[in-house]
């Protein structure tokens, strides 16, 4: 029986404490390759299209849409690559209880 990522995923979220922990910790970094890849799509670009207008590779833009440690600099390359601009915005959340 062959188990889906979603659902391993899914029942570790539910079941182990620390899997969620960390899953939770980087919740900023997939939010951040989330909307980067979405941005992509709606102007309808390749990873290998982005790449030519920035002047980097491939892989390197597979890396940066990863939303892993990419700089401010970084961002606003690839957004100009896009034809788009950033915007920051820093949000105070609520505690969870």
């Known amino acids: ?3 889906k ?3 391993y995923h899914d029942e570790q979220m539910q079941n182990d404490p620390e899997y ?3 899953y939770d910790a980087l ?3 997939f939010a951040l390759a989330r ?3 979405e941005a992509r799509a709606k102007a309808n670009l390749t ?3 982005i790449a030519e207008r920035m002047g980097v590779t491939q892989p390197s833009v597979a890396r940066i849409e990863s939303g ?5 600099k970084t961002l606003g390359r690839y957004a100009k690559a896009l034809g788009a601009e950033i915007k920051v915005e820093i949000v105070f959340r609520q505690a969870k209880a």
């Open 1 to 3: 029986m062959s188990l």
């Open 5 to 7: 990522w979603r659902d």
């Open 20 to 22: 969620r922990r960390e």
């Open 27 to 29: 919740e900023d970094e």
């Open 35 to 37: 909307r980067m890849i």
């Open 47 to 49: 990873q290998a299209q």
């Open 68 to 72: 892993k440690n990419v700089s401010l």
